[in-house]
């Protein structure tokens, strides 16, 4: 199959379609709250949020005895938000440590939504069936109207983060000073997590309980790699989640039916691993790169600031150097000295000795009083 | 009569059971330029984050020109110590210096041209203007202290509460830092700095306050920064501190 093929689908099925609309809204929104996570060091809180969820979803499904999307959001919305409260509460007013609060509230949660779901399943309800695909996440129950549902939710998600931009801001990057200028920061502060919350709750049903939080990460750590203005990072990552909606979609509904949601998140992992790799700056290739680079052409200064030395003393600065006696400078290899000889730093004179050119004598003179401008401070 | 710029009343602050300030009365004369001395763990910084209302006291009142700061807040900017940001943040300098405008701005509302221009004209002042739109991820130790310092320059404000702005800053800043806050003087803007280096506190300030827990003494350094004051805040080792001088 040509690698086209696999995205054909998208345009010609309605069903991979509405999947696709779905699983690319979810990846938008959950890049643009997922970098707020990312740079606010609150990585976890997603996670923690997203299992706290699941006895949200089991105790809607209870009151109203039938499965419905809005409902089955509301009540996760609720429970996400109960269990981010609760984290907040114990960490402020307790001496345990945010780390310990998440793992805590996360186990409780999510230990009683199983405990409500093996409830549910016991039920002698036929409706019951089905609602265990929430843990992981079941995108071909997306229909037309859960897409719209998603779609509002999501526009309401990124009209507030427009409309808070410098708000968030200024949270983000230094919360006390904003609260010195008079900004309520736990207003913001709230404001923020709920709508994290929401798009959290966006992803259930597409990607589940369990993997949401790589939705929310992903695309944002992957984002922050090619950029350093956060509204750029902002845009990437909302454009690597979609991505990762389509592709993932695509892929699942081509290739022997694989499970939606986990393929999804496969592929933004995948964009994770390729920015760390080759993200021009951070990326590590790059930063290999550049040590090598540095490595270079600190031999080559070396060797010219020396021949450089040498010359004033012989008060001629094309002196020429024997091999002989260059041999014991450090950075010396016949590399290194091909490669000054390519960039007409150095030349071979007929007693194949080596001198420095006009241009070569410029650059080892700025090496010369850079280096002992430097020892002197 | 002199007005005074801040006064603090029994102004007690804990963390958790162990008190941090105690019984603190602290009266700050508009127009001075004040170091806070004092060992670590004294409270200084403590001190001005309840001031800026960032810890809230366990009791007493504090008043910035006879107003709680709650009602007077477009008189006061902050500098906090730099190490309380995350400097990898995907931004400018010019970005961050904007954020000092952002109080007067209020809620929701953008800056705009005059804030901007506002913003390069501080970092003239701090000598940092060739930096605007470079990465805050580049900047030294001392390039990040005198952006947060542009960025309480375009607050504004009457008052300016800087925290540690010399801590382990190289001669450059050192030198910028301490110009601003002779020309804030001069404007007869009140300027309160904790500060470490007791050496450098006749030449820098004209004002003192000596702080470990309680109020040691407050005052001009010439009358009170003296061996007696030096020893009740930092007990007999304070000889030992290098190179201290006393007016």
Known sequence: MEFIDFFIDLFTDYTTRTIGIGTAILGIVSGVLGSYAVLRQQSLLGDAISHATLPGIAIAFLIIGTKSTAFFFLGAAVAGWAGTMWIRGIVQNTRIKSDSALGLVLSVFFGFGMVLLTFIQKMPNANQAGLETFLFGQAATLIHTDVILMAIIGAFSLFAVILLWKEFKILTFDPQYAATLGFNTKLLDIILIFIIVLAIVLGLQAVGVVLMSAMLLAPAAAARQWTDSLSIMILLAALFGALAGLTGTAISSAAMNLSTGPVIVLVSIAFVFISFMFAPNRGLLFREIRKQANKKEMRMNHVLENMYWIALGHENLQHPHSNAILNKTLGYSKKCMRELRDKHLIELNEDYDWNLTEKGIKRAKEVYTDNNKNEQQ | ?247
């Open chain 2, 1 to 247: 009569m002199q007005t005074n710029a801040v006064e603090i009343n029994d102004l007690t602050v804990s963390y958790r059971y162990k008190p941090v300030l105690w019984d603190i009365d602290l009266d700050i004369p508009e127009g001075v330029l004040m170091a806070i001395v004092g060992p670590n763990g004294a409270g200084k910084s403590t001190l001005i984050k309840t001031i800026l209302g960032i810890v809230k006291p366990v009791a007493g009142s504090i008043k910035i020109y006879g107003k709680p700061y709650h009602q007077n807040r477009s008189k006061v900017a902050y500098v906090p110590q730099r190490g309380t940001v995350d400097w990898d943040f995907p931004t400018t300098v010019l970005d961050v210096v904007l954020m000092g405008t952002y109080g007067k701005l209020g809620w929701i509302k953008r800056p705009g041209k005059k804030q901007k221009e506002k913003s390069l004209a501080a970092l003239k002042e701090v000598k940092m203007h060739d930096f605007a739109n470079r990465q805050i991820s580049q900047l030294s130790g001392g390039q990040q202290q005198r952006v947060f310092l542009a960025r309480a320059l375009v607050q504004d404000a009457q008052i300016y509460f800087m925290d540690e702005p010399l801590q382990g800053v190289d001669a450059v800043t050192e030198k910028a830092v301490i110009n601003i806050l002779k020309e804030l003087k001069n404007e007869n803007k009140t300027v309160v700095v904790v500060h470490h280096d007791l050496s450098t506190v006749p030449d820098y300030f004209d004002w003192v306050t000596f702080l470990n827990v309680r109020r040691i003494a407050s005052g001009k350094v010439m009358t009170v920064f003296n061996d007696a004051n030096l020893e009740k805040t930092y007990g007999s080792s304070f000889r030992t501190l290098k190179g201290y001088t006393t007016a």
